[in-house]
């Protein structure tokens, strides 16, 4: 489903990169430029922590269903000693673990969105101010702003999809 994913956000971004080519090409290509080495640099950052969070998420599953198989291999004796709390402590345990795990995962995919709105925000504000400040006419770029705007609106739930698939599938 990932993979599906993938491939229909990542043409949907293609097509409207393409569209925004043919307007501004100048413009389109410091846009992605831009954004393509803010996701890379994010990727390559927190790839460690990807992994590093999967194979806990792992170790923790592992536990979590060795427990619950001693547990049903012990009934019998956990019944008659009234050992049960020990078993659920420690199911207790492991199963934070698995939720601290699956958490870290998750927080990691979306943490690239909010830092590329920001910075799509502040460029928004930051362009019409400087051109108005170097005394150039600030109106006339005016139309184009907003259409990378509304384009960047349109893009970027694509290309966070593209990115949180990308980062499950590892």
Avoid: W
Avoid at 99 to 121: N, Q, T
Avoid at 136 to 155: C, N
């Amino acid at each position: 489903l990932q993979l599906c994913f993938l491939i229909t956000k990542f043409f949907q971004s293609a097509f409207v990169i393409f569209l925004l080519f043919v307007l501004a090409p100048r413009v389109t290509s410091v846009f992605l430029g831009s954004a393509m080495t803010i996701y890379l640099l994010l990727s390559l950052y927190n790839d460690r922590k990807i992994a590093k969070a999967g194979n806990q998420l792992m170790i923790s599953t592992n536990d979590a269903t060795r427990q619950t198989n001693e547990l049903f291999r012990f009934v019998k004796e956990v019944k008659i000693s009234k050992t049960i709390n020990l078993f659920l402590n420690r199911a207790a345990v492991t199963t934070t673990q698995i939720y601290k795990a699956e958490l870290k995962g998750r927080l990691i995919s979306i943490i690239p969105k909010y830092l590329l709105e920001s910075l799509v925000f502040f460029a928004i504000l930051f362009v019409p101010v400087y051109l108005s400040l170097t005394g150039e006419d600030y109106l006339k770029t005016l139309p184009m702003v907003a259409m990378f705007a509304y384009a960047g609106s349109r893009i970027m739930p694509s290309l966070q999809q593209v990115y949180i698939s990308h980062t499950s599938m590892k």
